[in-house]
């Protein structure tokens, strides 16, 4: 489980420093910083970062769109310069988005929050198998990527979820059905109306409650049959 992680490449020291409040007072992790070309690319195979920021013009001989050209990750260019030729050559690289200097928090809010959406709508098309796959979610500020096989069990509270982990409690705006439908993990199923549960987690059950990992989790009669078929009871 883990904070969004971001990456910089910024030329200007001012605007390094500007990206980096606006980040973290949005609750994101600001994983690394450089006015380096070849160094923003050496230190984003290193880190991993979920996105990178990447000024166009840096200095040295090679451009932010060479490191652009060369990523996997999403990212975002920044530049001063907004005339046809540098858009038309960014948007060759396919970056998620384009931030015009000087831009305000809001625009940085904006502009991240989307690649984070995109981020999240990618999940069901992972190649991860289901042990790894991982969701991604919005705990008050900050966005927190957690495997999905480290979740125990989720409950429903009205128009929230509790995402119940080892020594977390995260609470989101989401149903039950939209949250199963964003994992479609098998290992993730439902027991009751307002309950799914982490089937590699379970201790032991009844004909009544589930204990997982020390918490009690009822069954409800809708959901038993499912529940004993998953279990392969003999």
């Avoid at 991860?128 to 705990?139: C, R, Y």
């Avoid at 149903?175 to 089937?199: E, Q, T, W």
Wanted: proline share 3%; hydrophobic share 45%; net charge positive.
């Amino acid at each position: 489980m883990r904070a969004i992680k971001i990456y910089i490449l910024e030329d200007e020291i001012i605007t390094q420093r500007l990206l980096k409040k606006y980040l973290q007072g949005l609750g994101y992790v600001v994983c690394g910083i450089t006015n380096s070309a070849e160094i923003a690319l050496e230190e984003i195979a290193l880190l991993k970062p979920d996105i990178a920021l990447l000024d166009i013009n840096v200095k040295g001989i090679k451009t932010g769109i060479w490191v652009g050209e060369q990523l996997t990750v999403p990212f975002v260019y920044i530049s001063a310069y907004n005339d046809s030729e540098t858009i038309k050559s960014a948007v060759k690289t396919a970056p998620v988005g384009y931030l015009i200097k000087p831009f305000k928090e809001m625009e940085v809010f904006a502009i991240i929050e989307m690649t984070v959406n995109n981020l999240i709508n990618e999940e069901s098309t992972s190649n991860k198998n289901d042990e790894q796959k991982e969701v991604i979610i919005k705990d008050g500020k900050t966005h927190i990527k957690v495997r999905v096989n480290e979740i125990f069990f989720v409950k429903s509270e009205g128009k929230y979820i509790e995402v119940y982990l080892k020594n977390r409690r995260i609470v989101i705006r989401q149903s039950l059905i939209g949250f199963m439908d964003r994992i479609k993990i098998p290992f993730i199923i439902r027991v009751h109306g307002s309950y799914l549960i982490n089937l590699n987690m379970l201790e032991s059950f009844d004909t009544s409650f589930i204990l997982i990992r020390g918490f009690t989790v009822p069954i409800s009669r809708r959901y038993k049959k499912q529940f004993v078929a998953k279990m392969k009871v003999i």
